[in-house]
């Protein structure tokens, strides 16, 4: 009777961190659109700057972080120290502002698509500061552990992380991986090549779908850069938590940024901020999709500590997919049937991929009990 009770509470848990992932995730999104192509105010002006919307949610994650640390930490220090995660902060900085500007040219369904997991950057470091057992087992000669590609494939396209796999580091993949890596790159190159309505494209500012995907893709490349910076970072320092990581990405992402936005005399900060103060709605939208970023972060962390990096995978994956759904429903950007068959490619090869994973880690399992 104990033993049901306590399933049933895993379940309830699993439940309230689906529920929140999708919730904070699922409504930034629709933020982000928002902000990116909404007229505000009785002048209909756009916010054209939508790289402080990095700069707000560095602040937002910063001080949320930091009160993190204070409420849970055990009064230690023994993490990485702050001035580590410099050279990650200046690739943190760049490849978002890069995703997020290319909401000026290309609608948000195809920047979701192609970025699997834009609002979280910190998945892979998160699973081994949780469980730092798994450092042990890692083989940092390949720069690539298994462990670490099941953690980057959300945050990667799934062929880039294949191909420097296997041109760079010398990894092996099976057939059903290629299968998953050629679903995936396809259905992204045919939802890039496929016409879109001409209602989605009179919402962009500057409509420019080269210009749109090639800042994705630049994005998703610093992205892999930040991401093997925090490996490296994780690897020297063992004890550094998750909240570790947050305060020390984001403090350098708010020096950064600011540097970027409030540098010089007329710098585009100033005029965001103006902006903000003559349209207080948008303002409310910037600071709500920053909580609902900082919110997310919170379920993402406590759903890897539960239920494995596996779960959290799978969550984030199909949450990215009712995005697309919603985005495509609620906000009136319509899909032609050439890109709704893109996104089932993509999803199914994720999909196929997270299935992939799950029978390696369970045969993984069975070898331990075994022996």
Not at 167 to 181: A, D, F, K, Q, S
Request: glycine fraction near 8%; charge should be positive.
């Amino acid at each position: 009777m104990e033993s049901h009770g306590a399933g049933l509470r895993r379940v309830f848990l699993l439940a309230f961190c689906v529920a929140g992932i999708w919730a904070a995730y699922i409504y930034q999104g629709v933020l982000q659109e928002t902000v990116s192509t909404k007229r505000f105010g009785p002048d209909k002006k756009r916010f054209e700057h939508l790289a402080f919307l990095n700069l707000a949610q560095n602040v937002v994650c910063l001080i949320w972080s930091f009160l993190m640390i204070k409420i849970w930490s055990n009064g230690g220090n023994s993490g990485a120290p702050w001035w580590s995660y410099w050279s990650a902060g200046i690739t943190n900085t760049i490849g978002p502002a890069m995703g997020i500007e290319a909401l000026k040219y290309i609608s948000y369904p195809a920047q979701a698509l192609m970025d699997q997991n834009f609002s979280f950057p910190f998945k892979a470091t998160i699973f081994l500061s949780i469980h730092p057992v798994a450092i042990k087992d890692l083989k940092f000669n390949s720069l690539v552990p298994d462990k670490c590609l099941l953690l980057l494939w959300s945050t990667s396209p799934a062929h880039g992380v294949m191909l420097m796999g296997a041109l760079v580091y010398g990894i092996r993949y099976t057939l059903p991986e290629y299968v998953c890596t050629l679903l995936v790159a396809g259905g992204v190159s045919t939802f890039a090549l496929s016409k879109t309505s001409s209602k989605t494209i009179s919402k962009l500012a500057h409509p420019n779908a080269p210009l749109g995907y090639g800042l994705c893709f630049l994005n998703l490349a610093f992205d892999g850069f930040t991401n093997a910076t925090q490996d490296s970072i994780t690897a020297r320092y063992p004890k550094t938590n998750a909240w570790n990581i947050m305060l020390g990405m984001n403090l350098w992402g708010t020096i950064y940024n600011m540097v970027f936005m409030f540098g010089w005399p007329n710098a585009i900060g100033y005029d965001a901020v103006r902006f903000c103060q003559q349209h207080p709605e948008a303002a409310w939208d910037i600071f709500i999709y920053c909580l609902c970023g900082a919110v997310g972060q919170n379920f993402i962390f406590l759903t890897i500590s539960r239920f494995g990096s596996l779960t959290n995978t799978t969550i984030t994956t199909t949450r990215k997919f009712v995005s697309i759904v919603v985005s495509s429903l609620l906000s009136g950007n319509p899909l032609s049937q050439k890109q709704w068959g893109s996104v089932v490619m993509v999803f199914s090869g994720l999909s196929y991929q997270i299935y992939l994973k799950w029978k390696k880690i369970k045969r993984t399992q069975k070898k331990r009990k075994s022996t």
